[in-house]
């Protein structure tokens, strides 16, 4: 355990730029930022100071409205797309003067992360007052998905494009993206960075590129305008992964107001809209799982994605609803009944546009691995969460800190020596070590 612990902190090391950690030194040279949240959590066991550096550091890149940016660019790194030039958020009133942004947001776990670097940060009120500096922009970031995202009215954030949603190739996206009609000429000429630094067959296609940069087109030249998403967003969705972790980090921003004292009757409110929402709009009584729902074509899409059991973070999921999140784990879709395989395949292994390679449909993932992992643990399934957590560690040991792998063999694709993989490690890892000495 303690050359897992070496490795994984070495690779943060090397991440590291001074200020913050870049996601990874080849394929992702800027700070993500809900890699920002699961790098946080990691290195908080041993490097808690330098973990709050994290959060504090992206959320410079806050707008005014409270929106945080999936990226906050490097100005010392030029080589990626898309980049500053493309978001141009210089020219956005809303945007932090004197940063480089991009325009859309990610999966809000950081008052999650926050809550739980504040617990390691210890003496003279260290993790208070880390909490205290950070509060307002929590809250502000979660105001802004309640105000601004709720586009239909179910208590719920919808996104405007499949990079919000952290999985972002997922065949969940595909009917949506394939019903966009692109017009000629509407995208503009632009060079894949990706493909430089990973092999194509593991990355998106071309076509769903297209999509990705036409979707974010339209967004910037709005001027990133959510006055009324469901009229001019092509792509508005509520994603089950989203709003699962916007609701866990709600948990803790109420945990966090408790610790500062602050009111607590709008935050608690706020949780339990978004709980009611995800049972109301995305839990399927007759499958016995969470979709996402297409606002614009008024339907769930129904594709069976580790995105459901992503649901186990809500601290309030009813027994009955857990029960069928884990049968659903162990069954044909995620698990193979015989011959080596990892846990879990971020797509239906039965499903026809499965793929064991290719970005987010169907490769192991760490950070949706760790996810099912916390959320297992805490709905009182330990034997459960062991063997997932025995697997994580094994796919490490097996190809080293890859950004995802090969369900199959272990194998693993796309970027080196990922910051979340080694980070999310450590949590596990530490955390396994904690519940021994207990």
Do not use: C
């Not at 922009?137 to 919000?164: C, F, M």
């Not at 036409?214 to 910037?220: M, N």
């Amino acid at each position: 355990m303690n050359t897992l612990l070496d490795r994984a902190q070495h690779v943060l090391d090397a991440n590291w730029t001074g200020e913050a950690t870049v996601a990874s030194r080849n394929l992702y040279p800027h700070q993500w930022s809900w890699d920002t949240a699961f790098v946080a959590i990691g290195r908080s066991w041993r490097e808690p100071d330098r973990a709050a550096r994290e959060l504090e550091t992206m959320f410079t890149a806050q707008w005014a409205n409270g929106m945080l940016p999936h990226i906050r660019f490097d100005p010392r790194t030029r080589d990626y797309f898309p980049g500053p030039r493309f978001w141009a958020s210089e020219r956005v009133p809303l945007a932090p003067a004197g940063l480089r942004t991009s325009g859309l947001t990610q999966p809000p776990l950081h008052a999650r992360a926050a809550l739980e670097v504040s617990r390691h940060l210890g003496g003279a009120g260290a993790g208070e007052a880390f909490l205290r500096r950070l509060f307002p922009k929590l809250a502000a970031q979660h105001d802004y998905l309640e105000r601004r995202r709720d586009a239909g009215g179910h208590g719920l954030a919808a996104i405007v494009h499949p990079w919000e949603s952290g999985l972002d190739n997922s065949p969940i996206w595909d009917p949506v993206l394939e019903a966009i009609a692109v017009p000629p000429g509407a995208v503009p000429p632009y060079r894949r960075y990706d493909l430089a630094h990973a092999n194509p067959a593991d990355r998106p296609t071309q076509a769903t590129y297209d999509r990705y940069v036409y979707l974010a087109t339209r967004y910037r030249d709005s001027g990133y305008d959510d006055t009324n998403l469901p009229a001019n967003s092509p792509f508005l969705v509520e994603d089950v992964l989203f709003n699962a972790i916007y609701l866990w980090s709600a948990h803790a921003l109420v945990e966090i107001a408790t610790v500062l004292g602050e009111p607590r009757d709008a935050l608690q409110a706020a949780a339990r809209r978004i709980h009611d929402g995800l049972l109301a709009r995305l839990w399927d009584p007759d499958a016995r799982r969470f979709f996402s729902y297409d606002l614009r074509a008024h339907s769930a899409i129904r594709k069976v994605s580790i995105d459901s059991a992503t649901s186990l973070l809500d601290p309030e999921l009813p027994d009955d609803i857990v029960a069928s999140i884990a049968g659903d784990l162990m069954s044909a879709h995620f698990e193979l009944a015989t011959g080596q395989h990892y846990l879990f395949p971020s797509y239906d292994l039965g499903a026809a546009d499965f793929d064991r390679r290719r970005y987010w449909r169907g490769p192991v993932w760490m950070n949706t691995d760790w996810m099912v992992w916390r959320g297992l643990r805490q709905h009182g399934w330990p034997a459960f969460a062991r063997e997932l957590e025995q697997s994580m560690v094994a796919l490490v040991e097996r190809s080293g800190f890859r950004e995802y792998f090969d369900p199959f063999t272990g194998e693993g694709y796309g970027s080196t020596d990922l910051s979340w993989t080694a980070a999310l490690l450590i949590d596990v890892l530490r955390t396994r070590e904690g519940a021994a000495e207990g």
